[in-house]
Each structure stands twice: as C-alpha cells, then as structure tokens.
C-alpha cells in the first residue's frame, strides 16, 4: 500500500531531521496548514517522533533514509538482480510476509515495507517497528524438497551476519535458531514460513527483520533485550537501501544453490557465530519446559541439548532462554 500524495511528500521534506515550519510544509504541498497538523499526526501514529517547537515549526528526531528501488538496484550484484523476480516497496502492509504468502507467485519475489501495521515474530510474537526505523524484508522461493528447509532459516543467519560485515558491522552473533544478536541483545529476527506447495514444490517465505534505529518511547514496548544499529556503529549508521542490498547479494544465491548443498557448506559459518554454545538454557516449546546445557547442533540444524538426566536430545524448534539461576 502505498500512502497519498501529501503524505508522502511531507514524509520527504522531514527526512532530513531539521526544522521545517507549518507555513512552508503547507505552501510546498499546496495544502493548508491544518491538513498539515492532521498529517503529522499520522506520521506519531506510525511510530515517527516528532517535536513541534513554537517559531520554528515540526522536526523528526531522527534522519529518515526512505526505501529507494533505484538506490536498492544500483548495489544489487548481478546475480542477485537475475535472482529477483520482482521488488515490491510499500509504506504500509500489515506484514511484508503476509503480502507475499498471499500473491503465490513466482520464487525470488522480494517485498519491503517502510512500517508494518501487524508485523509478526516468531511462536505468535509481535514485530514491532516504526516506520522507516528497520529493514522490513520478504523474500519467496521454491524447494523441490521440504527435507532440506529445517536448516534453511540458520543459512539465512549467516547471510544476514556477512551482509552486516560488508556493511562495517561486526561482532554480530546468532542464536539458535534465527537470532540476530549484539552483546546479547537482539538486533533482528528471522520468520521463515512455509505457505504452501505448487506443482510438487514447496512454497517458503523468509522474513527478515533489522533494528536500524528504535527510540527509547517505541523500545519500551519490546518485551525482550533489544538493541539497534544506531546503538552498535554510535550513530554512524550505513545506508539503509545500500544494507538490504547486500543481504539480497548474499541470500538470493544462497537460496538458489541451498536446494543443492543444504546447510551442510554454511554450518561451520554458522557455528562460529552461534552465541549460546556451552550455555545452561531454558527451551521453551509451548507450554513444556526443556532444561539443559546447548551442545550446539547437528548436520541437520537441530539444536542439541545436553539435559538434566544425563540424556543429549536433539530439538526441531523451540525459544531457547539462557537460565538466570545460574548466571
Ligand atoms: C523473530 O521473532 O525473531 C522473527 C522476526 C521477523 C520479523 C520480520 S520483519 C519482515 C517479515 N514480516 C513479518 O511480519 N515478520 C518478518
């Protein structure tokens, strides 16, 4: 979905974090001062912190790097571009998963969205995200073979932790089983969705979340240790459409040789960022509780644990907490 005119012209003018006065914003957008109150309204309820100072008119309290498909095409690799079979920018969707689990279209359709109205997370969580705060990003593809999407969502991890690397982030981990940690708050998240099959092939959708830059009011929200990339650089944070190009440059062809390889070439990758290893942990899987020391995981993915009796036991999906009782 795409905002109106007005919206969206407004939402360009404040980008850039300085002050602009209610007369200007109205003359330049041939609209009246009060449809500009009402607009800049619209733009708290998305999330957006804004200040209004008598004499000098309406700031954002933070720069906005609005989502650019000119900007996203121009750092795309070639094989990346050759990959995507489309790329969707919209201002508002209800989830960037949802829309494309809908459409069933083509694999390598990409969507973006510069705010969520009902982002999720994984087990049944809320995403939250201002707008134009995070990287909102779906990707769709097709496997021959459902066997081989259990490990499919720690391959997205490593792709996600190279593309931050190409961007000067370092020192990001992972946890079992899609994470995106810094200093063991979370960065981002990973919802991989099965949405269908076609043809005798497997419909996935992976979603990928990233905190660029959430403020201390919308971060109180979160129920979990979170942080940002405005948090991890100090501020200097790398371009948003530059960043969702070079996850796109490293998940698509991942993606396109993962039907082939599995997860078999990338586990040594991935274990190296794995923050949770040697760690006692809580699994939570619904209502049941696994207590246990993480004894990493197998070929396959899978979280192996060693538990209280003795016994080492392999998981397929689960919340893994660290155990405060004996930190
Ligand atoms: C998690 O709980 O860690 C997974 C979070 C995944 C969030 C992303 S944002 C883009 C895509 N659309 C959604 O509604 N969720 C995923």
């Known amino acids: 979905m795409q905002f109106p005119r007005s919206k969206k012209a407004l939402l360009g003018l404040l980008s850039d974090g300085h002050f602009h006065s209610g007369a200007e914003l109205a003359r330049t957008l041939g609209v009246s001062r009060t449809a500009i109150w009402h607009l800049i309204h619209e733009l708290e309820a998305l999330g957006l912190e804004l200040s209004a100072v008598t004499g000098k008119g309406y700031r954002l309290s933070q720069t906005l790097e609005l989502l650019s498909e000119e900007s996203i095409v121009s750092f795309l690799s070639e094989p990346a571009q050759a990959l995507a079979s489309r790329l969707e920018i919209h201002d508002e969707l209800d989830s960037t998963n949802s829309h494309l689990t809908r459409q069933a279209g083509a694999g390598g359709a990409v969507c973006l969205a510069e705010f969520q109205s009902a982002g ?100 109180q929200a979160i129920d979990q240790a979170w942080t940002d990339l405005t948090q991890i650089t100090g501020g200097v944070l790398p ?16 993606l396109s040789d993962y039907g082939q390889v599995g997860l078999r070439a990338l586990l040594d990758e991935w274990r190296s960022y794995h923050c949770l290893d040697g760690e006692p942990v809580t699994l939570h899987q619904g209502e049941r509780r696994i207590r246990g020391r993480v004894a990493g995981v197998n070929d396959a993915g899978l979280l192996l644990l060693d538990c209280e009796d003795g016994e080492r036991r392999q998981f397929a999906s689960g919340d893994v907490r660290l155990r405060a009782d004996v930190l």
């Open 120 to 219: 999720r997370g994984r087990v049944g969580r809320i995403w939250l995200s201002p707008f134009g705060g995070n990287i909102c990003l779906s990707v769709s593809w097709h496997f021959d073979d459902h066997a081989v999407i259990s490990g499919l969502s720690l391959a997205v991890g490593v792709a996600v932790v190279r593309a931050l690397g190409q961007a000067g982030v370092a020192g990001i981990g992972l946890k079992w089983p899609n994470d995106i940690l810094w200093c063991g708050r979370k960065l981002g998240g990973i919802l991989l969705e099965v949405s269908g099959e076609a043809h005798g092939r497997h419909a996935v959708v992976i979603g990928i979340g990233l905190n660029l830059y959430i403020s201390p009011g919308g971060g």
């Open 239 to 254: 371009s948003r459409n530059r960043l969702i190009a070079l996850v796109l440059n490293e998940l698509l062809p991942m």
